[in-house]
Nanobody, 126 residues
Framework: QVQLVESGGGLVQTGGSLRLSCAAS????????MGWFRQAPGKEREFVAW????????YYTDSVKGRFTVSRDNAKKMMYLQMNSLNAEDTAVYYC???????????????????WGQGTQVTVSS
């Protein structure tokens, strides 16, 4: 139903900013809740952020609150992750994901999502 492609990753210095994009091909994009996850080398995939189908409800992991902002443009079938004040701990491959009928109670679980992108590398240098 949905294909996802991330972009916008790259190399940035500590304190810098990046905006990640996730392009979706599904015709019912607005019906899907969306999430961002990341995976650092040697670590488990970690929940980053989630937002409802309409973009009105968001949820963030504690380590990114106040620094990251998730948003979506359903007309463009796009989701974004604005990342500010980046530090070395943010270095990871970032993935976007989509699911239907998900709530914040299950948003942090990767198993809740049905569709995944290929990931985009974010590297923060000191």
């Amino acid at each position: 139903q949905v294909q996802l492609v991330e972009s916008g990753g790259g190399l940035v210095q500590t304190g810098g900013s990046l905006r990640l994009s996730c392009a979706a091909s599904g015709r019912t994009f607005s019906s899907y809740t969306m999430g961002w996850f990341r995976q650092a080398p040697g670590k488990e995939r970690e929940f980053v952020a989630w937002l409802s189908g309409g973009g009105g409800i968001t949820y963030y992991t504690d380590s990114v609150k106040g620094r990251f902002t998730v948003s979506r443009d359903n007309a463009k079938k796009m989701m974004y992750l604005q990342m500010n004040s980046l530090n070395a701990e943010d270095t990871a491959v970032y993935y976007c994901a989509a699911a239907r009928y998900i709530t914040s109670a299950s948003a942090a679980s990767a198993a809740s999502y049905n569709y995944w992108g290929q990931g985009t590398q974010v590297t923060v240098s000191s």
